[in-house]
């Protein structure tokens, strides 16, 4: 195999997706990449600011040149600033499509969203009641227009602090009210934190990187929770489904349709449709033996969690999947896709479909979806992907897919543990499994594809550490078989043993990006359970390959609840050494938790563990010394 | 004299020498104007990457004595003495790239540019903004350095600097400046994220 | 001090004048059998192929000669050379004495064995004299025939062809330039030509012409023919040194010099295409009759003659030409024989239309070819020249980001 192509990816399916790139002159992201280089060290280190027109401004990190920006803003603030932004465009995608769930909530409770129903009405009560909303005498239907109203009012300016921060244990909820970072409205967070990175608002870089922190828990506990919560009720709340993953799960004799964005909103609505019977019928009239639903990116997860759909591939893969010839239509509708993509469909004979108002590509048909008429609309554009079939040219599906089970929410690992959470944390105790890390996060080409998931999962298991992925880094291990029941043979003896005891794989896929909050969830249940704070446990994060502003508000919301975050790639923020001790260092007496970067998933792991070891200590937990 | 000098430790990679000579080389010298015109102005200093994503600001040396000028076919590579710039003839000029091949450090480059005849395509490198230099201006790559990287001074004067930079170095007790920590941990962070790559 | 020095190409301009730099009393003559202005050989091509006009050979001014205080004999061939006496004796009896002597008497074109070449319309292509007798027959010729894929034949055959004449060329390789290219480049070259109309027949040579005054078709020794106008005849050039006494002076295929491009008689030089001397990549004498090579092998004789003690660390064949739509540069061994210890890589990227062949000897770069990109080819020609080790993974010198900056520490 050509070292070019191993040195970009682990994963021998992008492997030989990019040699039949390359031959099919197709340009990729890795291409685009090394065009980029060098990248400028202003912006690698958060030195420059466009935010005014009186600028755009510079800050020499040699001392030399101007050290200040023309407003007079140094180095700490202009890259707290910037770093401020990164986080409300991060906080604000998840929002945003929290929002868009909300909506088709309200729209079913109104029946006015053919297709869409509520599925989990035990999860809508329990939810429910939370917002302070009884059951007692109510429709479900009445149930969720309510609750879709009170979710709604998260969003705004009425409240004080979100709903759901109540699950936080109390002593992580004090934290944040004596730093003044409870987040008090979705959009407003994002809001404030635009308004105090104008020019001549907040010049404190301090005060900035809090409302970054409170920002990205407006989004942890707020936007994405109501995602992933308000996704159970409409659409089911995951339970374990075997699944497969890799480009190898497009199938060579049926219609191959490729989901790809985030919000399940449209990806469910396309299930039915490639379910539907007389469908069905006319891919066997077109000659095909089926319709194969496949996704790449987290709508892909969503399906993957809630009803097993395989996964063709992560970030890196969205384009190389086109490659293969076999995708006869891929839909999309928001959050990390390349704009590239249409253009790479047009070498193929791939339909692509844009379906968010909100996100149009180029060389992309725009079908737009709502919930009045998605359902509709789904089945429209499954027909004309199955009337696509026929124009395939030559067909590359060079492997054979890799299997893996999925559906790990916090639901159905409790169940698996018998119904509560007391064996995991038995099994802590005694130190079987020394604690549990969540390993979050996408691609980026200027890291081998997977390798940090990959190599951070292996290191994690060996050392009887229980590992739980989302997002990309879920479908990374997953394709390198970490995620069925024989990988408990690469743990090490006491996460083997939990793991044949209880029937789960290593590593634990939870779910989406959006899904990280059922890590939290998770953690907060770990640690009311015990009578701790998130920050004492035996747990830490870690983003080996990110490159979104969405990563950027996830970590933080991690570390603003009190859990230690490992990062791959580095943030620009090197520009302002204060930056960086805060973040990696001092944050530690603020809330409890830091951020950490190293490249090397090996030595990551050596730091985790050594966290991990040191937090068993202070639990009073047998603990070793690392 | 004073030269050119390139620190290139200090290059951040932002391409903005580039954008200045460009623009210094075109009709119009204004960056909204120069980029509408026919034919587009192109740099003559061109940032390289190196092997952990560094930026390297290559641009001509004015060597004495000059490959090119030896390698010219036609002869239309020539020293201006007063300015000690080595400048090629766009009429003279045959496109024939032996300027090219004779190169030891790569920075000729080929494209049509306003003050060759029209629609011709002739070698171009920099020419040490010898217009510039003679209305008492400094060489445009270097007046838009923020880093520092690219500075007009004596030779004999930046090599003292450096000279006195590493003695500092060896000396005991001295400590770095915190001035460059930060670009130093990016540079370390890149380099060992190469590096895992390549493995 | 009596330089004389034999030869008006670049060796013995960049010699002479590298002598009056050093030497300003110094005694220069200059012996030629040219009598055209000192001019750019390599640019006669051009002028073959209509990209640029005669006038613009000359790379010297009109008072060239005056200017420098060199007296020039133009016109006449060297007959002798008497080692004894330290003279030189022209064919027209003229005799010069000498202390230093540089014989840069460059290289004659080789002659063929074939029937009938007296006829009009068959041109070696050597000289501006060559071409212009090309392009006087231009005017009567359609059809013209090219012997030779080298350096020369080729050359003439692209000329011939932007010209709008049907051109056929016959070469003993299985594609052109075969001393200079590998397999792979060859092809790319041979199929731009041909797309352009270029005929090319393999392993084919010319037994003789016929015609009425003016040529008219070729036999060919496999018994066919082939009807032509104009025949170029591009089979390389020889060395020409006929006149150099060899119990004296030891001459292979060219004068054989040391680093200090002196012959085995002391005082007496040699330069250029008439020279032969150590290559660099190939580690053995060769003669490397390119224009850059005579400019430094010039420069670095005229150095010595001067009195400075300049060693010359050797000579390294290299090339780079634009046809049409390919530009190609090439350097060092491009075809290793067979051999373990050669380590080739190659990477050809279709999106830019590159390709990119280096020849490795353990950690030495010694030879190179680049099709299209070719502006960092410099950097190869300097590393190929300096024999230095190559210290960094050899994959990325064949990557499109290749620069300076990835060889230094």
Redesign the interface.
Known sequence: MNDLYASRTIARDSQLLLKKAEQDLLETVWDRYQSQLPNCGYCEMGLSCRICTMGPCRIDPFGEGPQRGVCGADADIIVARNLGRMIAAGAASHSDHGRDLVEVLDEVSRGKAAGYQIRDAQKLKRVASEYGIGADGKEILQIAGELAHAMQEDFGTRKKGLTLLQRAPTKRREIWNKLNITPRGIDRETSEMMHRTHMGVDNNWQTLLLQGLRNALSDGWGGSMIATEVSDILFGTPKPAATAVNVGVLKKDQVNIIVHGHNPVVSEMILRACQSEDLLQLAGQKGATGINLAGVCCTGNELLMRAGVPMAGNHLTTELVLATGAVDMMIVDYQCIMPSLGSAASCYHTRMISTSDKARFPGMEHREFHPDNAAEKAREVVREAIENFPNRGEVYIPVEPVNAVGGFSVETIVDALGGTAQPLIEAIKAGKIRGAVGIVGCNNPRIKQDFGHVNLAKRLIENDILVVDTGCAAVATAKAGLKIAEAAQMAGPGLREICAAVGIPPVLHMGSCVDNVRILVLAAALANALGTDISDLPIAGAAPEWYSEKAVAIGAYFVASGVYTVLGPMPPITGSINVVKLLTAGLKDVVGATFHVEPDPNKAAVAIRRHIEERREHLGLPFVKV | MKKVIVHSERCVGCMQCMAACAITHSKTRDLFSAVLETPLPKPRIHVGVGLFNEGFPNRCRHCDPAPCQLACLPGAILRDLEFDTVLIDPDKCINCASCAMACPFGVLRYHEHCFAPPGKVVAVKCDNCIERQMQGLIPACVEVCKVHALTFEEPAEALKRKTDEVARSVSAGVSQSDLTVGFTLLNTHKRKQIELGRD | MEHVIIGNGIAGISAAEMIRRLDPAGAITLIGDETFQPY?R??IS?VLDG??PHD?LP??SADFYEQFKIKAVLGNRVSAIDIASKTVSLENEQTFPFDRLLIASGADPRPINADNLHLQNIFFMRTQQHVRGMLDALSNTRRALVLGGGLVGFKAAYGLLRRGLKVTMLISSGYPLSMQVDAKAGEMIQDELTSRGLQVQVEAHVVGFDGNERVERAYLSDGTEISCDIVVIGKGALPAHSFVPRDSIKVDLGIIVDRHQQTTTENIYAAGDVAELVDISRKCRWVNAI??EA??QG?IAGMNMAGRKVAYKGSLS?????IFGL?V?T?GIVNPAPNADYEIMTATD??RRTYRKLVFLHDRLIGMTLVNC??????L??LLQSETAVT??K??ML???F????LIR
């Open positions: 750019c390599p640019m051009m990209s640029i613009r790379i010297r224009w850059p400019v430094s420069r290299r090339n780079v030409m634009r530009d540069m350097a279709r999106r070719v502006e960092q080819g410099g950097i020609v300097a960094i993974p994959a990325k990557a499109p980001d620069n300076y900056r990835q």
